[in-house]
């Protein structure tokens, strides 16, 4: 099949440059890109191959998760119990007992859900361990991915992969050269060593260069906070970002996640720099991380800052909805600073899909529906109560969808997702199957909590 025509869709949310939203809309695709958008009317000499009748359909462009690791959690999902703190430490232990076919399996559930939801490319920061077997599963559930290796070169008390200084830089150019743009380019890898304060100012800066040279990315986990400032100013003389900038580790194809507690001049360096970020809104709610406080969404979007949201872990934000994501982001600023200006709905709908793709070095081609650009679009399905009544499709999706009413996903100009259904995994096989593996691994770990405060009897 070389053409598609998404048929007189209800709305067509565009993104494109001038933010049209097009009533009975119609899109044209031949060879995975959009070739016209316009009027149901204008296109309707215009046959394809295959024509989807988009009468009851919103339509979207695809969302990009900026943050999403992706790897042992479906299998463990639920375990820790809401006062844990932070469950690093069992995170990365469990994740490195896994085995290959077990991450290939918890792998696919993660696609599975992700892409039903209206991921269409996801970065995940380094949490995969088998590569070569989780490229089945990209390939398989025709996903985007932005993937790399985790390095780290200094002691930490987190279990994550560390080496020496050298071989952690010469394992992320062999992964970057190994995998990127594979699957048609739907593969792009990525320098990821961990954090500023996992790694040395060499690796990281080395795997700057990397990127640079490669013209692919670096994503780091990133946090300031009056703790962390004065520490960094003692040692360094500067605020945390203002030590990436100093070690070389910011610019315009850098990813930093989470970004909580940064200060104005730390905001004023992301933005001189073209540094692009990725915030988590749903695990800074759950991790009662203080968005009120240290969140500073609001000012980065003013400094025109790239900001592509994430759902970081099936075991932290939990849910793989980037339309829940966008809620929680719409709504928390305005709760936690008394403010109803705050992250309007548009600005959700752009940092899932415009914004987003720009930050993962994606915005020429993707995050908007305009002649040219690849075939990446959601069809939400509003013949369900939650889209009733429907005149402002932006704030219907925001403030009363999720991703359960995506009925059909389009990427690169292939339907993944199809009334409902995809067809890459057997489901009900795979969902015992991660079931097991859960116990299985609990038991090898040693690490289960109790499974419930209430009896389970
Ligand atoms: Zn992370």
Not at 168 to 185: C, E, M, P, Q
Request: proline share 4%.
């Amino acid at each position: 099949m070389t053409t598609l025509k998404i048929d007189n869709a209800r709305f067509l949310i565009t993104v494109d440059e001038g933010r049209r939203i097009i009533q009975g809309g119609s899109i044209l695709i031949d060879g995975g890109r959009i070739t016209r958008v316009g009027k149901a009317s204008e296109l309707a000499a215009v046959g394809a191959d295959r024509v989807i009748d988009a009468r009851h359909m919103v339509v979207t462009p695809g969302f990009f998760n900026g943050h999403m690791h992706i790897s042992y959690a479906h299998a463990v999902r639920g375990i820790f119990p809401d006062d844990q703190g932070s469950p690093l430490n069992h995170v990365f232990a469990l994740q490195a007992a896994m085995t290959e076919e077990e991450e290939h399996a918890t792998t696919l559930i993660g696609l599975l859900e992700l892409v039903k939801n209206g991921t269409v490319c996801f970065l995940d920061p380094g949490s995969t361990k088998f590569p070569d077997a989780c490229l089945q599963a990209y390939q398989d559930a025709g996903i985007r991915v932005v993937t790399g290796e985790c390095v780290i070169d200094r002691d930490s008390p987190l279990a994550l992969p560390r080496y020496p200084t050298q071989e952690a830089i010469t394992r992320t150019a062999a992964f970057v050269k190994k995998w990127d743009g594979r699957l048609d380019g739907r593969v792009r890898a990525w320098a990821m060593p961990f954090s500023a304060e996992t790694c040395t100012p060499e690796l990281i800066a080395a795997s700057k260069r990397i990127a640079d040279e490669a013209g692919t990315g670096l994503t780091l986990h990133h946090n300031s906070g009056a703790s962390a400032r004065k520490d960094y100013q003692a040692k360094h003389g500067t605020t945390p970002t203002g030590y990436l900038e100093k070690i070389g580790a910011l610019g315009s194809n850098v990813v930093l996640a989470h970004v909580l507690g940064i200060g104005d001049d730390e905001i004023e360096c992301i933005a001189r720099t073209g540094t692009a970020v990725a915030m988590c809104p749903s695990t800074a709610a759950k991790g009662a991380r203080g968005v009120g406080e240290h969140g500073r969404m609001p000012e980065l979007l003013a400094k025109k800052v790239r900001i592509a949201l994430g759902c970081d872990s099936p075991n932290n934000s939990n849910y793989l909805d980037l339309v829940r994501a966008m809620n929680m982001a719409a709504v928390q600023y305005k709760d936690a600073r008394q403010d109803i200006r705050l992250i309007p709905a548009e600005s959700a709908v752009e940092m899932a899909t415009r914004l987003g793709a720009a930050a993962l070095g994606q915005g020429a081609d993707l995050g908007a529906i305009e002649p040219g650009k690849k075939a990446d679009l959601l069809l939400f399905d509003t013949q369900r109560p939650e889209w009733q009544a429907l005149f402002n499709p932006i704030n219907n999706l925001v403030y009363n969808a999720d991703g359960r009413s995506i009925h059909t996903v389009v990427i690169d100009g292939r339907v993944v997702v199809d009334a409902y259904k995809q067809s890459f995994v057997d489901e009900a096989r795979l969902f015992a199957k991660v079931q097991e593996i859960g116990e299985s691994l609990q038991a090898r770990t040693g690490i289960t909590f109790p499974r419930s405060r209430w009896p389970i009897v």
